[in-house]
């Protein structure tokens, strides 16, 4: 008796389950009937601020942008949090390919998820485009012929960070680098373009991961006469770091302080006064010319908050997408992925962008400072431009790309 | 010799004040969950969170209400005391019959829930307390700079600390929580409410998380996950020093923010894990920690 | 004749004798072969991952008394020396699997030499400190990849013979792997070692009193539970081809006494149950706004405060009968 | 075992010690005892409150540690032995609150005294069944103490008396030859004690029992002889009537004189 | 008086205790089998027995710290199974346990102020040291660094000052010297004179025999005899039976 009964609550869980899988439909033009894209994205965790709701806000912009279908195919959006689990991320991408038929994943903010999600990829034989994570071993040696990397990387933030800042005269460095593999490949790239740029480094910290307390790195970044102390970190480090610096007047003491990776929605929670000089890379920023406006306003609306570049990347990454299944006439991942690599790249956010052979998708990046309260004149009123990298030199030649699918001679 | 172990002195001893700084928030932190321990045998899992929770009252009364910092000294902890309470008198309370270990359970439960909701509703990004104007600024002690309001977390702390000390081991009212821990039967046959004593225990325990969240806001970001990063170690640190022991979690407290201070100077990998080596140690060769009762 | 079930009745859903119970035995085992027609098959074999590993948490707070707040760390440690076997030495799926468990057993070895002299709490926070320390060595040490992991691991060949990249395949090969371990749980605890278990589960100083040296008898359990942990985590490394930092969190070491307090601790079914129920409920959860975290702790305190004898056991209790367990 | 040769009450000293002393953080609660336990008798230990019964016994059966002193068992120094390796060694204990397994039924709780000496303990690996063996031995000694009707049930169903006697079935299971009873009938009902009483004396045969029991009239019945403490230290030892007319011993039970 | 009549009048109404058919049980182990028991406003009535008897469990059942208790025990008029334990000392009753419970956590003084005054007319410190000065000067000691003889005093003492009427003393003379034992029945005889009713658990019957007016015999968790003290030669044979080796 009482087995039948678990049996039975077993079989009933498992049954709930199965029910979300729908019956295989058969579309015309394209596979199934519709299109159908997912956002998997992180909506509980550390990046949930700055990708996670307003993810899925900007790619819902970008299908009602593209009229919602094509050619009479609907388009239908679905999302999921990944948890920042690598195990979850890779079953919910496995589930969606194999039983929810979806076409595209999307976001994917968490370098270890996006890499589990690049593998399932390839061999589900569909389209990953990455906007939000950072390991530029996406487009090296982990790069498949399934995958895009769309917004930007750490190579990228490396190169144009390092080469902005020396360029502008500042040339001794120190870094404050999380203790794991971000950090370190972070901290390994910036400090080998500084040196090739003639500038020096003169140290660094290794700073635990989850280390709520930096005064003390602070401390030893402090004491070393390096002009410039580098935030090799992300998420909380980083914020904390930040709030922490201000505290210790590291500023007043004539260091530079620069974040190699920030997001304007951690400017907006730290406020001015602790961020104030700080320079930091990004692709995007709300205020940067009228096409860049009108999105954010309408983003703002939606969220009551102006969009990361992570956030406007999905929404370019949408629409690029979209408009290749368009052009294509079908939603079959190697002609999708070769109308993408064709198509030259231009949205609010990317002039005359392309993508490469490797996935990588090149883009202008740029060097911001934050404004001092005083100089902001508005609520999100944050950075001024200290200078523009062009996309050519921002991004990893493909010459010293480790992608297999780049030919080398 | 300028330099020690590689190190100049000056620098040292800037590394040893903020190693204090960082042990009076451990010893805050784990004075709570040693008071708790010792009267109500529950490893209190949600102290974490409800030292996120002190801060996020901070915030809270700051941006909705008005409130400033030194009047979320006074009401944060309140508010977190009274959760405490309530927490203690409705669910807690049905434990002490069952093995201890499902308080722990519990608590680990409630933890969970807090950081969840709070993670819902505000986001992970943290958000900004700003430093009170009268403790803005710093001095130079010539081998370091010390922010004004880092001095006063350390005045803070090490008052609150000393004074719970005295208050626990000086007077009448910490006779009888004393009594009532090593008897509450005896102590419940003198005439004396242990009931209530616990669930104030309870409530004075984790209102001293909530301070401790009120003094953290300015320095770190306002964020849901602020607790659960902490919460480990400072357990570790009432297990090193014994749980339950008041002076115990206190010395210890200061002892391991110094011996982690150092640690993050010449071996920073190792600062995450020298306190959880020390507490195998400690548990190994000195089971009821280094200021214990065998129990 | 009532001796001989009164034996094992009161033992939870004990799946042997008499023939009900062969063919209930049998279509449960029906079921599990004819599930991934019907299921996604990438679930089932998480599910049954969790399963194992809390079956084998089980064996240790369910038949030793002893809770470890640690077990992340033997599951997710295995899972990377499984991959790590796997992708860089190039070994064979079982190759892999044998040295996560070895492994795993290993670092149980260890940490039970340390831990088992403790009760109770102590016990409790020893595991959790030991395992906090594999978690900052995962995060730390060059051959784990830090917060990437190892990805990208090759599933191989079993045997040479079996492709496990097919998902069947990799489904019944899990399956086997599943119903081997939960067979030797069974086996453990319907064991002469098993029966002495659980009289030092009843009352330590009573087995104490009776000759046995308790602390090698919870040793060894201690061992076997850490191992059949590290046999679940490396094949959910070969399943998802990835192992990474989650696994070895201590959040994954409270979660996998959720899944053996909700199922039912010391029940042999109630991890399964647990286990399928919570990877279930985090499955529907991903794709809803509303937060996991929230859900598993509301969880967790209804069970602590409501259902202590989890799912199966509150089931058990509730036949007419059948003991007062 | 060894006892099948034993006769009577003519034995010689198979458990001694000297010079036991305890002391807890100053307080000393058992001083300087030397106790001699005849192979083959029922030797009891009385005294007041407070006397160190407790603690003497918890430190024969080397659940505590001596602060000095020496216990030999058979002529072997076990001073430094650990608990279980002293019930290896054929020295058994029960103890004050009924020491079963609930949640084992009464036929198991045997068992798994019956099983040690098969060496299989810790074999995972091998079934259940190859405990079949012993199932015969086990509802023999539990028939001895009138429990077959019970065999069946969880041992957390017995009631009170029947617990003490699956407690003494399961330590006649290890054959053992000294046999250290905590209080047999502490928390018993009038039916119960007599039961209970003449059980002790049944198994007695062949066998030597120390125990602590407070049951006076219980105790003159059955013991050969007496030790009696106060305050950590023997005051009188000897059969019943010597040791029921020693004044010290009347003073330590009645009291001082009229102060 | 003769005995029968002593009862009775115990029995009827006057009585400042009064205990009827009480059951009581640690866990499963039922250890009180329907005590009786009256005392009455200044007297001095002890239990005797043997170890085991019940006399500690039947003070542990006033004091509503015990397990389960069935039957009646009513403190001037109040039935006490039901109420919180904090609320029975409350109602003037002090309690002394066994093996004394000094706190070791804490110092003499502490020990001294402990239990809460719960009616006035209790003694004053200097009375009490008055009383036992061998507690004189020794406020700062650790509680359980005196002796046994000073710590019994001390337990007493610090119930004198609560104001209770009633005080349960549990075994007051358990492992002390003859000497000590001298001391603490002078000062019980004082509080006897101050008008203060004493129930007092005593295995030393010698002892009990010079402060008490009644005792009551206890027997495997009931009483069974009750003898007025000036009777207690004519029964010493039968105390012998009750309690002696």
């Given at each position: 008796?009482?087995?039948?009964?678990?049996?039975?609550?077993?079989?009933?869980?498992?049954?709930?389950?199965?029910?979300?899988?729908?019956?295989?439909?058969?579309?015309?033009?394209?596979?199934?009937?519709?299109?159908?894209?997912?956002?998997?994205?992180d909506l509980s965790g550390q990046?949930s601020d700055?990708?996670g709701q307003?993810?899925?806000?900007?790619?819902?912009?970008?299908?009602?942008?593209?009229?919602?279908?094509?050619?009479?195919?609907?388009?239908?959006?679905?999302?999921a949090d990944h948890q920042n689990k690598?195990?979850i991320?890779?079953?919910?991408?496995?589930?969606?390919?194999?039983?929810?038929?979806?076409?595209?994943?999307?976001?994917?903010?968490?370098?270890?998820?996006?890499?589990?999600?690049?593998?399932?990829?390839?061999?589900?034989?569909?389209?990953?485009?990455?906007?939000?994570?950072?390991?530029?071993?996406?487009?090296?040696?982990?790069?498949?012929?399934?995958?895009?990397?769309?917004?930007?990387?750490?190579?990228?933030?490396?190169?144009?960070?390092?080469?902005?800042?020396?360029?502008?005269?500042?040339?001794?460095?120190?870094?404050?680098?999380?203790?794991?593999?971000?950090?370190?490949?972070?901290?390994?790239?910036?400090?080998?373009?500084?040196?090739?740029?003639?500038?020096?480094?003169?140290?660094?910290?290794?700073?635990?991961?989850?280390?709520?307390?930096?005064?003390?790195?602070?401390?030893?970044?402090?004491?070393?006469?390096?002009?410039?102390?580098?935030?090799?970190?992300?998420?909380?480090?980083?914020?904390?770091?930040?709030?922490?610096?201000?505290?210790?007047?590291?500023?007043?003491?004539?260091?530079?302080?620069?974040?190699?990776?920030?997001?304007?929605?951690?400017?907006?929670?730290?406020?001015?006064?602790?961020?104030?000089?700080?320079?930091?890379?990004?692709?995007?920023?709300?205020?940067?010319?009228?096409?860049?406006?009108?999105?954010?306003?309408?983003?703002?609306?939606?969220?009551?908050?102006?969009?990361?570049?992570?956030?406007?990347?999905?929404?370019?990454?949408?629409?690029?997408?979209?408009?290749?299944?368009?052009?294509?006439?079908?939603?079959?991942?190697?002609?999708?992925?070769?109308?993408?690599?064709?198509?030259?790249?231009?949205?609010?956010?990317?002039?005359?962008?392309?993508?490469?052979?490797?996935?990588?998708?090149?883009?202008?990046?740029?060097?911001?400072?934050?404004?001092?309260?005083?100089?902001?004149?508005?609520?999100?009123?944050?950075?001024?431009?200290?200078?523009?990298?062009?996309?050519?030199?921002?991004?990893?030649?493909?010459?010293?790309?480790?992608?297999?699918?780049?030919?080398?001679? | 010799?300028?330099?020690?172990?590689?190190?100049?002195?000056?620098?040292?001893?800037?590394?040893?004040?903020?190693?204090?700084?960082?042990?009076?928030?451990?010893?805050?932190?784990?004075?709570?969950?040693?008071?708790?321990?010792?009267?109500?045998?529950?490893?209190?899992m949600a102290h974490g969170a409800l030292y996120m929770v002190?801060?996020f009252?901070?915030?809270?009364?700051?941006?909705?209400?008005?409130?400033?910092?030194?009047?979320?000294?006074?009401?944060?902890?309140?508010?977190?005391?009274?959760v405490?309470?309530a927490l203690?008198?409705t669910l807690?309370?049905?434990?002490?019959?069952?093995?201890?270990?499902?308080?722990?359970l519990l608590t680990f439960g409630l933890a969970l829930i807090f950081e969840g909701a709070f993670r819902h509703h505000y986001g992970v990004?943290?958000?900004?307390?700003?430093?009170?104007?009268?403790?803005?600024?710093?001095?130079?002690?010539?081998?370091?700079?010390?922010?004004?309001?880092?001095?006063?977390?350390?005045?803070?702390?090490?008052?609150?600390?000393?004074?719970?000390?005295?208050?626990?081991?000086?007077?009448?009212?910490?006779?009888?929580?004393?009594?009532?821990?090593?008897?509450?039967?005896?102590?419940?046959?003198?005439?004396?409410?242990?009931?209530?004593?616990?669930?104030?225990?309870?409530?004075?325990?984790?209102?001293?998380?909530?301070?401790?969240?009120?003094?953290?806001?300015?320095?770190?970001?306002?964020s849901p996950m602020m607790g659960s990063?902490?919460i480990?170690?400072?357990?570790?640190?009432?297990?090193?020093?014994?749980?339950?022991?008041?002076?115990?979690?206190?010395?210890?407290?200061?002892?391991?923010?110094?011996?982690?201070?150092?640690?993050?100077?010449?071996?920073?990998?190792?600062?995450?894990?020298?306190?959880?080596?020390?507490?195998?140690?400690?548990?190994?060769?000195?089971?009821?920690?280094?200021?214990?009762?065998?129990? | 004749?009532?001796?001989?079930?009164?034996?094992?009745?009161?033992?939870?859903?004990?799946?042997?004798?008499?023939?009900?119970?062969?063919?209930?035995?049998?279509?449960?085992?029906?079921?599990?072969?004819?599930?991934?027609?019907?299921?996604?098959?990438?679930?089932?074999?998480?599910?049954?991952?969790?399963?194992?590993?809390?079956?084998?948490?089980?064996?240790?707070?369910?038949?030793?008394?002893?809770?470890?707040?640690?077990?992340?760390?033997?599951?997710?440690?295995?899972?990377?020396?499984?991959?790590?076997?796997?992708?860089?030495?190039?070994?064979?799926?079982?190759?892999?699997?044998?040295?996560?468990?070895?492994?795993?057993?290993?670092?149980?070895?260890?940490?039970?030499?340390?831990?088992?002299?403790?009760?109770?709490?102590?016990?409790?926070?020893?595991?959790?400190?030991?395992?906090?320390?594999?978690?900052?060595?995962?995060?730390?040490?060059?051959?784990?990849?830090?917060?990437?992991?190892?990805?990208?691991?090759?599933?191989?060949?079993?045997?040479?013979?079996?492709?496990?990249?097919?998902?069947?395949?990799?489904?019944?090969?899990?399956?086997?792997?599943?119903?081997?371990?939960?067979?030797?749980?069974?086996?453990?605890?319907?064991?002469?070692?098993?029966?002495?278990?659980?009289?030092?589960?009843?009352?330590?100083?009573?087995?104490?009193?009776?000759?046995?040296?308790?602390?090698?008898?919870?040793?060894?359990?201690?061992?076997?539970?850490?191992?059949?942990?590290?046999?679940?985590?490396?094949?959910?490394?070969?399943?998802?081809?990835?192992?990474?930092?989650?696994?070895?969190t201590w959040q994954m070491?409270g979660e996998?006494v959720l899944m053996?307090l909700l199922?039912?601790?010391?029940?042999?079914?109630?991890?399964?149950?647990?286990?399928?129920l919570v990877v279930t409920l985090e499955s529907y959860l991903a794709s809803t706004s509303l937060p996991v975290p929230v859900v598993i702790g509301a969880i967790f305190v209804v069970c602590v405060l409501l259902f202590?004898?989890?799912?199966?056991?509150?089931?058990?209790?509730?036949?007419?009968?059948?003991?007062?367990? | 075992?060894?006892?099948?040769?034993?006769?009577?009450?003519?034995?010689?000293?198979?458990?001694?010690?000297?010079?036991?002393?305890?002391?807890?953080?100053?307080?000393?609660?058992?001083?300087?005892?030397?106790?001699?336990?005849?192979?083959?008798?029922?030797?009891?230990?009385?005294?007041?409150?407070?006397?160190?019964?407790?603690?003497?016994?918890?430190?024969?059966?080397?659940?505590?540690?001596?602060?000095?002193?020496?216990?030999?068992?058979?002529?072997?120094?076990?001073?430094?032995?650990?608990?279980?390796?002293?019930?290896?060694?054929?020295?058994?204990?029960?103890?004050?609150?009924?020491?079963?397994?609930?949640?084992?039924?009464?036929?198991?709780?045997?068992?798994?005294?019956?099983?040690?000496?098969?060496?299989?303990?810790?074999?995972?690996?091998?079934?259940?069944?190859?405990?079949?063996?012993?199932?015969?031995?086990?509802?023999?000694?539990?028939?001895?103490?009138?429990?077959?009707?019970?065999?069946?049930?969880?041992?957390?169903?017995?009631?009170?008396?029947?617990?003490?006697?699956?407690?003494?079935?399961?330590?006649?299971?290890?054959?053992?030859?000294?046999?250290?009873?905590?209080?047999?009938?502490?928390?018993?009902?009038?039916?119960?004690?007599?039961?209970?009483?003449?059980?002790?004396?049944?198994?007695?045969?062949?066998?030597?029992?120390?125990?602590?029991?407070?049951?006076?009239?219980?105790?003159?019945?059955?013991?050969?002889?007496?030790?009696?403490?106060?305050?950590?230290?023997?005051?009188?030892?000897?059969?019943?009537?010597?040791?029921?007319?020693?004044?010290?011993?009347?003073?330590?039970?009645?009291?001082?004189?009229?102060? | 008086?003769?005995?029968?009549?002593?009862?009775?009048?115990?029995?009827?109404?006057?009585?400042?205790?009064?205990?009827?058919?009480?059951?009581?049980?640690?866990?499963?182990?039922?250890?009180?089998?329907?005590?009786?028991?009256?005392?009455?406003?200044?007297?001095?009535?002890?239990?005797?027995?043997?170890?085991?008897?019940?006399?500690?469990?039947?003070?542990?059942?006033?004091?509503?710290?015990?397990?389960?208790?069935?039957?009646?025990?009513?403190?001037?008029?109040?039935?006490?199974?039901?109420?919180?334990?904090?609320?029975?000392?409350?109602?003037?009753?002090?309690?002394?346990?066994?093996?004394?419970?000094?706190?070791?956590?804490?110092?003499?003084?502490?020990?001294?102020?402990?239990?809460?005054?719960?009616?006035?007319?209790?003694?004053?410190?200097?009375?009490?040291?008055?009383?036992?000065?061998?507690?004189?000067?020794?406020?700062?000691?650790?509680?359980?660094?005196?002796?046994?003889?000073?710590?019994?005093?001390?337990?007493?003492?610090?119930?004198?000052?609560?104001?209770?009427?009633?005080?349960?003393?549990?075994?007051?003379?358990?492992?002390?010297?003859?000497?000590?034992?001298?001391?603490?029945?002078?000062?019980?005889?004082?509080?006897?004179?101050?008008?203060?009713?004493?129930?007092?658990?005593?295995?030393?019957?010698?002892?009990?025999?010079?402060?008490?007016?009644?005792?009551?015999?206890?027997?495997?968790?009931?009483?069974?005899?009750?003898?007025?003290?000036?009777?207690?030669?004519?029964?010493?044979?039968?105390?012998?039976?009750?309690?002696?080796?």
């Open positions: 008796m009482k087995r039948y009964a678990v049996t039975a609550a077993i079989a009933a869980c498992l049954l709930a389950q199965a029910q979300s899988a729908p019956a295989h439909a058969q579309g015309a033009a394209y596979s199934d009937g519709k299109i159908k894209i997912g956002i998997l994205t990046l700055s990708t307003g993810s899925i806000a900007a790619a819902q912009m970008a299908v009602e942008d593209f009229g919602g279908a094509i050619n009479g195919t609907p388009v239908e959006l679905i999302f690598a195990d991320g890779a079953s919910t991408a496995r589930r969606w390919y194999d039983v929810d038929q979806v076409d595209a994943i999307i976001d994917v903010p968490n370098s270890a998820v996006a890499l589990a999600v690049q593998q399932i990829t390839k061999e589900a034989n569909r389209v990953a485009i990455f906007s939000s994570p950072a390991s530029s071993d996406l487009t090296g040696k982990a790069c498949t012929p399934n995958g895009l990397h769309w917004t930007y990387d750490t190579y990228a933030l490396a190169h144009v960070t390092a080469e902005a800042v020396v360029a502008s005269g500042l040339s001794s460095w120190y870094f404050l680098t999380s203790d794991y593999a971000f950090g370190h490949a972070l901290e390994r790239d910036t400090g080998a373009v500084v040196e090739s740029q003639k500038g020096k480094v003169l140290g660094s910290v290794r700073v635990p991961a989850n280390n709520a307390d930096f005064s003390s790195f602070l401390l030893q970044a402090q004491a070393s006469p390096a002009k410039v102390v580098a935030l090799a970190t992300a998420g909380a480090d980083t914020q904390n770091a930040i709030k922490q610096a201000a505290e210790f007047g590291l500023g007043q003491s004539g260091k530079n302080i620069v974040a190699l990776l920030l997001a304007i929605s951690e400017v907006h929670a730290l406020g001015l006064p602790a961020t104030q000089d700080i320079m930091l890379t990004t692709p995007f920023y709300w205020d940067m010319d009228d096409g860049t406006r009108a999105f954010s306003k309408r983003f703002f609306e939606k969220r009551k908050a102006m969009p990361t570049f992570y956030q406007a990347g999905v929404y370019g990454a949408v629409s690029h997408y979209l408009k290749a299944i368009k052009a294509a006439g079908t939603d079959a991942a190697p002609d999708v992925m070769k109308t993408m690599k064709a198509t030259p790249v231009n949205d609010f956010m990317t002039k005359n962008g392309s993508v490469r052979e490797d996935g990588r998708v090149l883009r202008d990046m740029h060097l911001f400072q934050v404004k001092t309260p005083a100089e902001s004149k508005a609520p999100w009123d944050y950075y001024k431009l200290v200078r523009s990298v062009p996309a050519e030199r921002a991004f990893r030649p493909l010459s010293e790309s480790d992608c297999p699918l780049v030919k080398k001679m | 010799m300028s330099q020690l172990l590689g190190i100049p002195p000056q620098a040292l001893f800037g590394q040893l004040l903020l190693g204090l700084i960082n042990g009076s928030f451990y010893a805050l932190l784990s004075l709570g969950l040693a008071v708790i321990f010792g009267m109500l045998n529950v490893v209190n002190g801060a009252v901070a915030w809270l009364l700051l941006t909705y209400a008005g409130v400033g910092y030194w009047g979320a000294l006074i009401l944060a902890p309140l508010v977190v005391g009274l405490g309470l203690e008198r807690l309370r049905r434990l002490y019959k069952v093995d201890h270990l499902y308080g722990l990004s943290g958000q900004p307390y700003p430093i009170p104007d009268l403790l803005k600024g710093g001095t130079n002690l010539g081998f370091m700079y010390l922010p004004t309001y880092r001095g006063w977390v350390v005045a803070a702390s090490l008052l609150v600390c000393l004074g719970t000390w005295f208050a626990i081991e000086r007077t009448k009212l910490g006779a009888y929580l004393r009594a009532a821990t090593e008897n509450p039967t005896l102590v419940q046959a003198f005439g004396i409410n242990v009931p209530v004593m616990v669930s104030l225990t309870y409530g004075f325990g984790v209102a001293l998380a909530g301070l401790a969240g009120v003094l953290a806001a300015p320095i770190y970001q306002v990063n902490l480990i170690v400072v357990f570790a640190v009432v297990v090193i020093g014994g749980m339950g022991s008041i002076l115990g979690a206190i010395v210890t407290g200061l002892g391991l923010g110094l011996l982690e201070g150092l640690t993050k100077v010449f071996y920073p990998e190792a600062s995450n894990i020298v306190v959880f080596v020390i507490m195998a140690v400690v548990l190994m060769v000195k089971p009821a920690g280094l200021f214990g009762r065998e129990r | 004749m009532s001796l001989q079930t009164r034996d094992t009745l009161h033992e939870g859903l004990a799946l042997r004798g008499g023939s009900p119970k062969v063919l209930l035995t049998g279509a449960l085992l029906l079921l599990a072969v004819l599930a991934p027609y019907a299921l996604y098959p990438v679930f089932l074999m998480k599910v049954l991952c969790f399963a194992l590993f809390a079956c084998a948490f089980n064996l240790l707070i369910g038949f030793a008394g002893l809770l470890s707040f640690g077990h992340a760390a033997f599951f997710g440690g295995a899972a990377y020396v499984a991959a790590h076997a796997v992708k860089e030495w190039g070994w064979t799926p079982e190759a892999g699997l044998l040295a996560a468990t070895a492994a795993a057993g290993a670092m149980g070895l260890v940490f039970g030499l340390l831990a088992i002299r403790r009760q109770g709490i102590y016990f409790a926070m020893i595991t959790l400190a030991l395992s906090q320390m594999i978690f900052f060595l995962a995060l730390q040490l060059p051959f784990t990849h830090g917060e990437d992991g190892i990805q990208a691991v090759p599933r191989g060949h079993l045997f040479g013979l079996f492709d496990l990249s097919r998902p069947l395949t990799m489904y019944y090969v899990v399956l086997a792997i599943f119903l081997g371990g939960f067979a030797l749980i069974w086996r453990t605890v319907h064991s002469p070692f098993g029966q002495v278990l659980k009289a030092i589960r009843e009352n330590e100083p009573r087995a104490v009193s009776l000759g046995y040296r308790t602390d090698r008898y919870k040793l060894l359990a201690f061992v076997l539970s850490a191992a059949l942990a590290g046999l679940a985590g490396g094949t959910k490394a070969l399943v998802f081809q990835l192992a990474s930092l989650t696994d070895v070491s996998v053996t199922g039912g601790m010391g029940t042999l079914l109630g991890p399964v149950v647990g286990a399928a202590r004898r989890g799912i199966v056991g509150e089931l058990l209790h509730r036949l007419p009968g059948k003991g007062k367990r | 075992m060894t006892t099948g040769h034993m006769t009577g009450h003519t034995g010689d000293i198979i458990l001694e010690a000297r010079g036991l002393t305890m002391e807890f953080k100053g307080f000393v609660a058992v001083k300087e005892v030397n106790l001699q336990v005849r192979r083959g008798t029922i030797h009891a230990l009385i005294g007041p409150n407070g006397a160190g019964k407790s603690t003497v016994f918890n430190l024969l059966t080397k659940f505590l540690t001596p602060t000095r002193g020496r216990i030999l068992y058979k002529g072997r120094d076990i001073t430094a032995m650990k608990p279980a390796d002293v019930a290896l060694l054929g020295m058994v204990r029960s103890f004050q609150i009924s020491a079963v397994f609930p949640h084992l039924s009464v036929l198991e709780n045997v068992r798994v005294a019956l099983q040690r000496p098969l060496g299989t303990s810790f074999h995972f690996w091998k079934s259940e069944e190859t405990l079949r063996d012993l199932r015969g031995r086990a509802l023999e000694l539990i028939e001895a103490v009138n429990l077959t009707p019970w065999a069946d049930h969880l041992a957390a169903e017995l009631p009170y008396g029947r617990k003490r006697a699956l407690e003494i079935a399961t330590t006649l299971a290890l054959d053992p030859e000294v046999m250290l009873l905590d209080e047999p009938l502490a928390g018993m009902g009038h039916e119960d004690i007599e039961g209970t009483a003449a059980l002790i004396k049944r198994v007695s045969a062949d066998r030597t029992i120390l125990m602590v029991e407070h049951n006076l009239s219980v105790v003159a019945h059955l013991s050969d002889t007496i030790t009696v403490l106060r305050r950590g230290e023997i005051l009188a030892e000897g059969p019943y009537e010597a040791v029921s007319r020693n004044p010290q011993v009347m003073e330590a039970y009645m009291g001082t004189g009229h102060a | 008086m003769p005995e029968g009549m002593r009862a009775t009048t115990a029995r009827t109404g006057t009585a400042m205790l009064d205990i009827a058919d009480l059951h009581g049980f640690y866990g499963e182990s039922h250890v009180l089998h329907g005590v009786d028991i009256a005392v009455r406003q200044g007297e001095v009535v002890t239990l005797l027995g043997r170890n085991g008897a019940g006399k500690t469990s039947t003070m542990r059942a006033i004091m509503g710290i015990m397990g389960k208790r069935t039957g009646s025990i009513r403190f001037q008029g109040q039935e006490l199974i039901g109420m919180a334990p904090h609320k029975i000392p409350r109602l003037g009753i002090g309690y002394v346990p066994e093996e004394r419970g000094i706190f070791s956590s804490l110092s003499v003084d502490e020990n001294l102020a402990l239990p809460p005054v719960v009616k006035e007319g209790g003694m004053t410190v200097p009375q009490i040291h008055a009383l036992f000065p061998n507690l004189k000067g020794r406020g700062a000691t650790q509680g359980t660094r005196l002796s046994g003889g000073e710590q019994q005093m001390l337990a007493i003492g610090r119930i004198l000052r609560t104001g209770a009427g009633l005080i349960l003393l549990d075994e007051p003379t358990e492992g002390l010297a003859p000497v000590i034992i001298e001391q603490i029945g002078v000062a019980v005889r004082a509080l006897k004179q101050r008008g203060f009713t004493i129930l007092l658990v005593e295995q030393n019957f010698r002892f009990a025999a010079t402060i008490a007016d009644r005792h009551y015999v206890m027997e495997e968790g009931h009483v069974v005899d009750m003898i007025p003290n000036d009777q207690l030669h004519a029964n010493m044979d039968k105390l012998h039976t009750y309690l002696g080796v």
